[in-house]
């Protein structure tokens, strides 16, 4: 694929974990998704945990939004009562890309088979910067990491920003 229209912008990156039950020292999901984009060279300059609730996820990322172009939640988009990241983000998306949910579901058949329909996986764009709200589980935080974040993440901010 042609990539040559994409325009050169430095990339940083939030990881927030949504978790009433991790720390940082187990929290192996949020350390996975830093290690992967350290190691694609994207600095990651904000990471955190934070309880389900709707007014804490905002509320982190609001602050991520201040430092960093590419924030990357993980937890909280199942089906339970206590799963509100997408309540929480959803609304305040710009624009979103409904391809990466529909890929993500494709992606996670070969893994965990149809229960890949339950996963509510949403990306989008507030303010040119992209957000991606993913489950915790770390197969699914490494699967959408390193198969469509980090491939498309330059893509996606170049466009965000024209």
């Given at each position: 694929m042609d990539k040559s229209h994409i325009r050169s912008?430095?990339?940083?990156?939030a990881v927030i974990t949504i978790s009433t039950t991790r720390t940082i020292e187990n929290d192996t999901s949020g350390n996975t998704i830093c290690t992967l984009l350290n190691n694609s060279n994207i600095p990651v300059n904000h990471y955190t945990i934070v309880p389900d609730r709707i007014e804490a996820i905002r509320n982190e990322l609001f602050m991520a939004l201040k430092k960093?172009?590419?924030?990357?939640?993980?937890?909280?988009?199942?089906?339970?009562?206590?799963?509100?990241?997408?309540?929480?983000?959803?609304?305040?998306?710009?624009?979103?890309i409904d391809g990466f949910g529909e890929m993500f579901r494709a992606k996670s058949i070969e893994q965990i088979g149809t229960a890949s329909m339950l996963s509510r996986a949403l990306?989008?764009?507030?303010?040119?910067?992209?957000?991606?709200?993913?489950?915790?589980?770390?197969?699914a935080v490494t699967l959408a990491t390193t198969e469509l974040i980090i491939p498309e993440i330059a893509h996606i901010i170049s466009h965000a920003n024209k």
């Open positions: 912008f430095p990339i940083n990156a960093t172009n590419c924030i990357i939640l993980n937890g909280g988009t199942g089906l339970t009562d206590d799963d509100c990241t997408i309540e929480a983000i959803s609304p305040l998306l710009d624009k979103k990306a989008g764009v507030i303010a040119g910067k992209a957000v991606f709200c993913i489950p915790g589980s770390t197969p």
